[in-house]
């Protein structure tokens, strides 16, 4: 056998930082040096044999220098080295100094120290010679006699090694075990003995488990480990056996051990497919998952469980105990929590839906009783999803559910509140006979909405799903409830001002939807001008959009009241009631107040406007008086000062003569301007080209993504949808090898220049109809030109027809 074939039973930790010791030094120490010089020189000794060298010279020295020794330290260091050390010549025979060495340890066998008769034991489990194990087999045999439970259980396990692999050495040994099984008292030794008889002698082992098998709950946890997996053992092989041994399964579910209720709930699982057995064994598991306190026990549990569930005769057993799984809600585990939420919405069934649903709205509230933790907020989230899909598969249940979770739209939590705004959303789309509840819940909470994300979902909601007259005034006062005094520019602008002090500040109580004869809308409110709190002073949640800047709000609201007035006109019959609400409806599209609409003279201050990119208004617009019926164009000049994009806003703000009410606001279509309205195909040499390309510092890269096939055609495509010139010679252009690179050129009228870069290739290798790739590099001087450039080539990349 080679060095390499050697079987290696011990790793050490080897240093690598130092020079290994001369054979003589090691020597030396061995045969001269006190215990502890001894005991560092046999270290090295194993870390050296570890590493390859033989040392075949200090082999009789330890024998008989630092074998004799009685110090603990050194013959654990000992049992090390005669574990790793070669104990056979080449020819394979047993070396001659070996002999020593076992009587060595025959003694050893004997010493009263049991630690050292332990070790010892363990030690001859590892020997694979049988020429040095047979002189020892009278003390092995006497040690199962030993007073200390620590030897006899190592005895067993030495006895179960050497029978394994030398049987002759020890043939009753399964003979001589059993009757040690049966007068032993020590649970670890009887665990030994019962698991080398499984193995060794099966009939054996089961001759002991029917004697005794009425006391199986009474024995050690780690026998009762080892009798359910004989059961299992046997059980599988002979089928017949089951009715022998499932009483005694169902006893060790009741075991006061976690790790046996696990392992003899699996075995019952395999053993019987009868509804008595298989709620019996779900209730194991579902009881370990609530007592155990470890979060990893608690999730192979559970995946127990849905192994369970994957079985169609199983799921039905498991349906009767859903209230008893949601037990397990009570742990502060996330995972765990999502895994039981999971495994409760597959076993739900009209049966146990409600009682479900009324545990998960519990649920649902107590996360609003609990400090603020990011795990109460996924696991908010987790309920909502789950009652979504509870109302979803059982309709019924939707009405109980939707009241309980409209209240978390206004929760902190977005996420959390946009679960509850989709499932709000797909609830009434789905259930008509619900329309009218969530409408009304909806303006519940809609003023304490905390998120524009949400705030957005229900406006389009209310916009959707308001069908009645009611319904429309109700949303009118909730959106002039959200926001606050009006017109919010020039309330702001007072306010900070000093003109509308906090003492002096208009406060509006709850207000009562009114129409007039004329179908406008009007309110009743009780003002008061005390001085505000602190919390009176908090903007509306509407207002406070707009102020921060967020207009995206603004163009929901909008299209919201469009759509809720165009509704109010086919409610309304009457033609002036319909013109009058669809004008009222349009003047709230940014500051929806409550305005009469009366054919009196307006003066108006013109339009405002506002600009995006470079753009500057040259003269602002005279304000203006209109007559009664009247009508006025009013022209605006606008300077383009670069070469992008851009797009114009602007509103119209008005005053009613003799209103008492503030000025009113008209909001205009935005005007787009067009990079291309301005750019001018030029020329250029390449030497300029190449210059300029070296000098402007903005690029913008464009991945081409189109449907043309030809490399020609795409070009030509370009170069008609952004009035760029080719500046690469026609020559340059003509043939065909599967790859193009060409320069384009433009001016825009401000006299600033715009490069382009095409390299562009046909993929040959993907057929004739694969579209052409490549890329696009435009570069310009100033960044809007480049970026705009690049927009309107990624916009008319592909052709809507060849």
């Known amino acids: 056998m080679t060095a390499a074939e050697n079987v290696c039973y011990t790793l050490i930790n080897v240093p690598m930082d130092s020079e290994p010791p001369s054979e003589i030094s090691l020597k030396n120490d061995l045969e001269k040096g006190d215990v502890k010089s001894k005991t560092e020189a046999l270290k090295k000794v194993i870390i050296m044999i570890l590493n390859g060298e033989k040392l075949p010279g200090l082999l009789m020295t330890i024998i008989r220098f630092v074998l004799p020794l009685q110090d603990h330290t050194i013959k654990k260091l000992l049992l090390v080295f005669w574990e790793i050390v070669p104990k056979t010549t080449p020819d394979g025979r047993l070396l001659h100094e070996m002999i020593l060495v076992c009587d060595a340890y025959r003694k050893d066998l004997q010493h009263p120290n049991e630690f050292i008769r332990g070790s010892t034991l363990r030690f001859l489990c590892k020997l694979k010679e049988a020429e040095l194990l047979e002189p020892l087999m009278p003390a092995i045999r006497a040690c199962l006699e030993h007073r200390h439970s620590y030897v006899r259980r190592n005895a067993v396990l030495a006895i179960y090694t050497i029978y394994r692999n030398f049987e002759h050495l020890i043939p009753d040994a399964p003979e001589l075990i059993h009757d040690f099984l049966v007068n032993e008292k020590d649970a670890s030794c009887k665990r030994n003995a019962f698991m080398m008889l499984i193995h060794a002698d099966q009939d054996r082992a089961l001759d002991y488990l029917s004697t005794c098998i009425d006391q199986v709950q009474t024995f050690g946890d780690i026998l009762q480990l080892v009798i359910v997996e004989l059961i299992y053992k046997v059980c599988h092989a002979n089928p017949s056996e089951r009715a022998r041994f499932i009483r005694c399964i169902y006893n060790l579910l009741q075991s006061s051990s976690p790790a046996v209720k696990y392992e003899a709930a699996g075995t019952l699982v395999t053993l019987s497919s009868a509804p008595t057995a298989i709620k019996a064994a779900a209730q194991c598991y579902i009881d370990l998952i609530i007592k155990e306190s470890d979060n990893n026990v608690k999730l192979i549990v559970l995946d127990r469980l849905i192994e369970l569930k994957e079985h169609p005769a199983h799921e039905r057993v498991l349906q009767d105990l859903v209230m008893d799984i949601l037990r397990v ?98 609830a009434i789309q789905r259930f008509d006979n619900l329309r009218m509840l969530i409408v009304e819940k909806m303006l519940e909470v809609f003023h304490a909405i905390k998120s524009v994300k949400i705030y957005r979902g229900a406006l389009w909601i209310l916009g959707e799903y308001c069908s009645t007259k009611e319904d429309i005034q109700s949303v009118m006062t909730e959106v002039r409830r959200s926001l606050g005094e009006i017109p919010i520019v020039e309330s702001e602008i007072k306010k900070e001002a000093g003109e509308l002090k906090p003492e002096e500040e208009i406060t509006v109580g709850p207000v009562q939807k009114l129409v007039t004869e004329m179908g406008t809308y009007a309110t009743q409110s009780a003002l008061s001008s005390s001085r505000p709190t602190k919390k009176e002073e908090e903007r509306p949640p509407l207002r406070g959009f707009l102020l921060d800047g967020d207009f995206f709000v603004a163009a929901s609201l909008a299209t919201t009241l469009t759509k809720i007035a165009l509704r109010y006109v086919a409610l309304v019959q009457e033609k002036k009631k319909q013109n009058v609400s669809s004008f009222i409806v349009h003047l709230s599209s940014i500051y929806p107040a409550n305005v009469e609409c009366l054919p009196y003279a307006l003066d108006s201050e013109g339009p405002k406007s506002e600009f995006s990119g470079d753009l500057k208004l040259v003269e602002k617009p005279s304000p203006l008086t209109l007559a009664p019926h009247d009508f006025a164009n009013i022209k605006a000049n606008v300077k383009v000062a670069s070469t992008e994009n851009g797009i114009i806003f602007g509103n119209i703000v008005y005053d009613v003569s003799g209103a008492a009410s503030d000025r009113n606001c008209v909001v205009l279509s935005d005007i787009h301007i067009d990079i291309m309205d301005y750019i001018q195909p030029a020329t250029c040499t390449d030497a300029e080209f190449r210059q300029m390309w070296a000098e402007f510092e903005w690029e913008n890269k464009v991945t081409v993504n189109t449907n043309i096939i030809d490399l020609n055609d795409y070009l030509q495509h370009i170069l008609k949808s952004t009035n760029m010139k080719c500046l690469t010679p026609e020559k340059a252009l003509s043939g065909y090898c599967g790859f193009m690179a060409a320069n384009l050129y433009a001016r825009s009228i401000f006299g600033e220049d715009a490069l382009a870069n095409v390299s562009i290739e046909k993929p040959i290798q993907q057929g004739p109809e694969a579209p052409v790739t490549g890329h696009i590099r435009i570069r310009a001087k100033s960044q809007g030109m480049a970026l705009s450039l690049g927009d309107k080539i990624n916009l008319s990349q592909k052709k809507t027809s060849i």
């Open 329 to 426: 809600l009570s742990t502060p585990d996330l995972e765990v929590r999502k895994k039981t939420l999971q495994l409760t919405l597959d076993l739900v069934s009209s049966r146990n839906v409600e009682e479900l649903v009324i545990v998960l709205k519990k649920e649902v509230i107590k996360t609003n009783n609990v400090s603020e933790h990011e795990d109460t907020d996924k696991y908010r989230q987790l309920l909502v999803r789950t009652l979504h899909s509870c109302s979803v598969r059982f309709p019924d249940m939707a009405a109980n559910v939707i009241p309980v979770l409209m209240e978390f739209l206004s929760d902190n939590n977005e996420a959390a509140a946009a679960d509850v705004l989709e499932f709000v959303r797909e």
